[in-house]
């Protein structure tokens, strides 16, 4: 396919970057710490950790696991939220020569015990609000090193109180046993006695085993090489750096580090432009959130849909100071145009919307900064990548018609973790990853998602995509939240059904499926209408279509 899209990059970016600039992602911290040594590099809770400080407790980390016997290679699993104590986990065991595991900390026992036991971490870092979940499945993992940290521990004093707080005035932190396992705090000072020995990675070393979803089934470990880490960090910066220019950054961070969104886009990409990354340990205490954001002057913000949705739901929100922000950043689901409408209506900014997966690092392509207005796209492919959009015989579909995204680059994965056979389904032999996402490309190689490949509706032989229908469903002001699923119907094969959170008490489902009728085709408009108090969504906040299809199929079956 003709690559469209470089007669549309904003100027300064380049249509290659060079990933040899680097050959690793410990030689990107490295430039980094002794660059920005005096700079702020994390905050959170008023409490700041610089880069000269992150240099000096990752070393001593990282000292402290190779005392314990640690070797290149062997994995690390991370379970905690936005906090101080992450970055200084991270790169502490990546100095160390670990490869990372991010563990979502909300996971059930099951699906801890599958992260564990499927990665063969035999360290853990844990908050201790979550260790009863690691303790009801260790006995069964390979875990033998157990960093159990507090949210408060490396606040100083001001720690003291935060601990005081969650443990006995929120009652947050359960009752656990964890025999020998270690603070945090201990394991620094036992590793500034010790001194930390050089690990060299290259390009081919795995940086992070970033699982997916699990949303469509076991969750697989994504390898993600220091060579595609690398990449898309560069590829990312190369996109942001003529835009932000030299300016001192302050990008607020919402989503948790733990995924790979917010990990390559908020904590590395900004690490590098020597930026201060503002960690929100709790973004769904919107009141709270709001609270915090009205004390900073910040720059730079990314988030999802519903985070975005929530917020300018809010009249608090309106009061934060948006002066000093240059660019707000949408990804992991779709940006619905009713948002970003009242995004820009709020902050005078447009919202944009950038688009990856886990397996692609993530970032895949991303609008241009200086976007006027929200364009409904997720932007063009960036540097060093290719876009072919296929149909079901792998063939590529002409331009402008709809065909599954394939994406080709330097920060597609090396493959899933012991599962070849599943790698298999999703990168052919001349490394063309299948996303299973549905998209168009314009005459300008602006790439429109229409939908997942699984979550496309059949009615009466009409493909129905759901992201059109939420779209339009969004734009009613009695809506708050929505999510489309095809139902089973016995007349039209599946039929639309939404499932709705109202803004307006009194908004009524004939009112709703009115509104539709004046948007959509008939065979498009909803014929189901389910009023609820919230919808399911992942860590993140993406809604769970999935959840809610199965739901109704065992209704049917039933």
Not at 230 to 254: C, E, H, M, Y
Not at 489 to 512: N, S, Y
Request: hydrophobic share 45%; glycine share 8%; charged share 20%.
């Amino acid at each position: 396919m003709e690559k469209i899209w470089l007669k549309n990059y904003p100027k300064g970016v380049p249509a290659e970057i060079d990933v040899n600039e680097y050959r690793s992602l410990l030689q990107i911290f490295d430039e980094a710490v002794q660059k920005y040594k005096d700079r702020a590099a994390f905050t959170c809770m008023g409490k700041s950790l610089s880069f000269g400080d992150l240099d000096q407790m990752t070393s001593a980390f990282g000292a402290y696991l190779q005392g314990k016997g640690m070797q290149k290679g062997d994995r690390v699993a991370l379970m905690m939220p936005n906090i101080l104590q992450y970055p200084v986990a991270l790169f502490g065991a990546m100095r160390g020569g670990a490869t990372i595991v991010n563990v979502n900390p909300l996971y059930t026992a099951r699906e801890l015990e599958h992260q564990l036991i499927d990665s063969g971490a035999e360290t853990i870092v844990v908050l201790e609000n979550f260790a009863t979940t690691l303790e009801q499945v260790i006995a069964r993992t390979k875990v033998k090193r157990v960093i159990v940290t507090s949210m408060g521990e490396l606040m100083g004093l001001k720690g003291l109180i935060v601990n005081l707080v969650v443990r006995h005035v929120k009652k947050m932190v359960p009752a656990w046993n964890l025999p020998g396992h270690l603070s945090l705090q201990d394991a620094l000072a036992e590793g500034r006695r010790g001194s930390l020995r050089p690990v060299s990675f290259g390009h081919e070393d795995i940086a992070f085993l970033q699982y997916t979803g699990g949303t469509t089934g076991v969750a697989k470990g994504a390898m993600l090489l220091h060579r595609n880490i690398v990449a898309n960090v560069l590829q990312a910066r190369s996109w942001l750096k003529p835009f932000l220019g030299s300016d001192r950054q302050v990008i607020i961070t919402p989503l948790p580090l733990y995924h790979i969104f917010s990990l390559t886009a908020n904590c590395l990409v900004f690490m590098t432009l020597g930026a201060e990354n503002i960690l929100i340990p709790n973004p769904r205490d919107i009141p709270g959130f709001i609270e915090e954001l009205k004390k900073i002057k910040f720059t730079a913000f990314t988030g999802v849909n519903t985070l975005f949705n929530a917020l300018v739901n809010n009249p608090e929100f309106a009061k934060v100071d948006f002066s000093a922000l240059r660019f707000a950043l949408g990804g992991g689901m779709a940006v619905q145009g009713a948002v970003a409408e009242k995004w820009k209506a709020v902050t005078g900014k447009v919202l944009l919307e950038a688009y990856g997966l886990t397996e692609t690092s993530p970032a895949a392509t991303i609008n241009p900064l200086d976007l006027p207005d929200y364009n409904g796209s997720i932007g063009l492919p960036i540097s060093s990548t290719e876009i072919e959009l296929r149909d079901d015989s792998g063939k590529a579909v002409a331009q402008g018609e709809a065909g599954e995204i394939c994406i080709r680059g330097p920060q597609v994965m090396a493959g899933y973790w012991q599962r070849q056979d599943e790698t298999a389904k999703v990168i052919d032999a001349n490394g063309w990853f299948a996303t299973g996402d549905i998209g168009v490309m314009d005459d300008k190689g602006f790439v429109r998602i229409v939908d997942r490949k699984k979550d496309m509706i059949l009615v009466s032989g009409f493909n129905v995509y759901p992201n059109e229908i939420e779209a339009v469903v969004a734009m009613h002001p009695g809506v708050l939240e929505v999510a489309a699923v095809g139902v089973p119907d016995q007349r039209a094969g599946e039929a639309v059904k939404i499932f709705v959170v109202k803004k307006d008490p009194e908004l009524t489902a004939d009112a709703l499926i009115a509104h539709c009728r004046q948007q959509l085709t008939g065979y498009k408009v909803p014929s189901k209408v389910e009023f609820r108090a919230d919808l399911p969504k992942t860590n993140v906040g993406k809604i769970l279509r999935r959840e809610l299809r199965d739901e109704e199929r065992k209704k049917a079956a039933a």
